[in-house]
């Protein structure tokens, strides 16, 4: 630039596109400064405006880059493997069988575990995380839900005929809880598994998780039909209450089935729920067992396969 050794001159040529305010400021500034030759003449060929403008694009950029990143942030997936279902159905076996390739006794608890584990084909160890099944408290599953990147849902297989509409209570719980994430956060995998299965007489995975389909579709639709008569009896809203805690001390209480039904079962084409064409995502039923000797059967053989299905999944979905 030709400007960079005449400063008083210079200061004069700008003037008359900057205006009397500005060249007066220039000229007082000038003389004090022994830099001010050297910046001026290119801050002040730009003009106040266009200095503004340029602080504004960065801001602008500064921000956009920031949101950008945070989003991408609170977008990326949950490390950590969920365990919900109701009490006693084995869920601290299966995380102590996990972590410590053992199954400890263990005592129901009001209190969530969790623990790292380590699986052959994974390099970096799984989060495990046990949330206790007690109505009480059962609901803190919500707080670790953006952490979970699958969720299983375990179930007692060789107690569900008896019980399918308490766990499908609970489950539903699970459903709606899934279905209304906020779209910045991906839908953990689900997979529901028909825990026990050395209980069954045919002793197989398959068996149990195909009895654990069975009863919970059943119960699920017993619900969401519940639910549908409800609004058109009574004129009210679906859900409501995400929290549930109501009706789990009154199984098969029909009144309870309707005061939580309706949403998070939404299925495509006819509407009647099923697994299959649930709207929330992909279910997968497995079966899985953890015997603990505790001078039961002595089953041992079956032991070492009980869990390699979840494992399978779990690698399919941590890898
Ligand atoms: N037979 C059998 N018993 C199991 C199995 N898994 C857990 N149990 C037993 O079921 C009971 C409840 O297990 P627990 O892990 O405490 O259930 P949680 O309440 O879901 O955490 C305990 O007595 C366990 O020993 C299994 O695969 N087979
Ligand atoms: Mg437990």
Sequence with gaps: MEGKTEGPLDSEKY???????????????????????????????????????????????????????????????GNALLLVGPPDAGKSAILSALVYKHTLPTHASLQ????????????????????????????????????????AFVVDAS??????????????????????????????????????????????????????????????????????????????GSGGDLGGGVGIGRAGDDAAQEENGGDGLECSGSGVFSFDTWEGGEVTFLGSSTPVGKGEKGDGEKEQQGLADLEGWLEEHFA
């Design 15 to 77: 003037t008359d596109a900057l205006g009397a305010d500005t060249t007066s400021i220039i000229t007082q500034v000038i003389p004090q400064r022994s830099l001010a030759p050297e910046v001026l003449p290119f801050a002040s060929s730009l003009g106040p405006q266009d200095l503004a403008l340029a602080a504004l694009a960065v801001a602008i950029l500064l921000v956009s880059v920031l949101v950008l990143f945070t989003k991408r942030r609170s977008a990326t997936k």
């Design 112 to 151: 969530t575990n969790s623990a790292f584990a380590t699986l052959p084909n994974l390099k970096q160890p799984l989060r495990i995380i046990d949330v206790p099944g007690h109505p009480r408290v059962r609901d803190q599953f919500w707080a670790h839900l953006p952490e979970a990147r699958a969720v």
């Design 159 to 236: 107690t569900v005929s008896r019980n399918g509409a308490r766990v499908a209570e609970h489950l539903h719980i699970l459903l709606r809880a899934l279905s209304h994430l906020p779209p910045s956060q991906p839908t953990p995998a689900l997979a529901i598994l028909a825990h026990k299965s050395d209980l069954l007489k045919a002793g197989a995975p398959a068996l149990a998780a195909s009895r654990v389909r069975t009863v919970l579709e059943r119960e699920l639709e017993r619900r969401r039909a519940a639910a549908v008569e409800g609004i058109a009896v009574e004129g009210m």
